[in-house]
């Protein structure tokens, strides 16, 4: 578990090539994903950021934050991109495809989501050993509000009704899931994990909590009654970065895979999806790719996504594919 939340407070892969050149990135889709209607959705000069990835023998760690949103009216897409020596946030419309827009002005944004009503950005940013939550303008940008400073703060998310921030806060030996009170500013604890996700129609959010072993779960919290529920859990696999459907229906989240090529065996991550209650669970993508930071779109029909897929050189771009579950 500490192998595990040290990753955590690594930057993201400022390098938007990948290094392992035995995968054949130039392929968009693999057959088993027949149907997913994949379609690109950036390119080159967006210098699209890539969650990093790291494998050590027969273990795979990956960066698990968000690092790509969509608008709340579903006519743009926002990423963290780097260039000119900083990683900052970037709006880009999705009918358009034509370049990119800055929409902050730091040094070293880590994560970010859009609120409930798509006014305002929460953020993250690395500050020297702290990482710090603060709140800028959807539109306007570039101003930004500090909320929470002195700690290892990140995952950034409004709550549904819009009264509080949650976010992970990492400690020396664990990490947990505290809450900003917008009303009277100030914070508190919740429950051990990270990445929290809240649910629209009740007080819990969807997080990742990691066993024993390190491997990542994916845990349903009451923070009403108290109650915790484990939703995925898998004694060879680790899940991460859980998504909500619009609908209240499904969690997107990141696993990791195991590719077979006769005696070889390649380490990748891929996207899975499973109702909230745990059932129909089904592995979505295929890709030696690495697939990371699922979102949905605002009607549920697609899934945006970061993957070096359909670039000979590896380059992470987002991606668009359909959600063939969604009945």
């Not at 795979?60 to 900083?86: E, H, Q, V």
């Amino acid at each position: 578990m500490k192998h595990k939340l040290k990753l955590l407070t690594l930057a993201l892969s400022m390098s938007c090539t990948a290094h392992a050149q035995t995968v054949d990135y130039s392929v968009v889709s693999v057959p088993e994903e027949a149907g997913a209607d994949f379609m690109k959705m950036t390119k080159e000069s967006d210098y699209v950021c890539m969650p990093q990835v790291r494998r050590s023998g027969n273990r795979l760690d990956w960066f698990t934050n968000r690092i790509i949103d969509t608008s709340k009216d579903g006519r743009s897409i926002a990423f963290l991109s780097f260039r000119n020596g900083k990683t900052n946030i970037f709006i880009k419309d999705l009918a358009l495809q034509g370049s990119s827009r800055q929409r902050t002005n730091r040094s070293n944004v880590i994560d970010f989501s859009y609120s409930p009503d798509g006014k305002q950005i929460c953020l993250c940013e690395a500050l020297g050993k702290n990482n710090q939550v603060f709140l800028t303008d959807a539109e306007k940008g570039y101003v930004c509000r500090q909320i929470t400073s002195g700690n290892a703060d990140f995952s950034p998310v409004y709550s549904t009704s819009m009264k509080q921030i949650f976010f992970t806060r990492l400690e020396a030996k664990s990490s947990s899931i505290w809450a900003y009170d917008v009303a009277n500013n100030y914070v508190s604890s919740y429950a051990a994990g990270i990445n929290p996700c809240p649910l629209s129609n009740e007080k819990a959010f969807i997080c990742t909590r990691f066993n024993p072993e390190g491997r990542g779960e994916i845990w349903k919290i009451d923070y009403q009654t108290g109650q915790e529920d484990c939703i995925v859990s898998d004694p060879m696999h680790s899940y991460t970065t859980p998504m909500v459907s619009p609908d209240g229906n499904w969690i997107l989240f990141v696993g990791d895979g195991h590719l077979a090529n006769g005696n070889k065996t390649y380490l990748n991550t891929d996207i899975f999806a499973c109702r909230t209650d745990g059932t129909d669970f089904a592995q979505l993508t295929y890709h030696a790719a690495d697939d990371l930071s699922p979102i949905w779109s605002t009607d549920g029909q697609y899934i945006y996504f970061i993957s070096q897929r359909g670039d000979a050189n590896g380059t992470a771009n987002i991606w668009r594919m359909k959600f063939l579950y969604n009945k």
